[in-house]
């Protein structure tokens, strides 16, 4: 097997695409991580007369997790 600069760069590329899809998961966890906050507010916002008030705590933890 022979090491040519094409299969050299070839593999530079794959793996800079790797790194930056990585970086780009690890970025993405934060939001990930707050789902089921913004989820659970978003489910008593529905709610008629006091939904808002009592999403309140439920967005207050989104926000801490994921500002």
Known sequence: MTNSPNARSRGRSIARWL???LCG???????????????AS????????VGH???APTDACADVIDP
């Open 19 to 21: 790194v930056v899809a």
């Open 25 to 39: 998961a690890a970025l993405s966890g934060c939001g990930l991580a707050a789902a089921p906050c913004r989820v």
């Open 42 to 49: 978003a489910g008593l916002k529905i709610v008629p007369v």
């Open 53 to 55: 008030v009592a999403a």
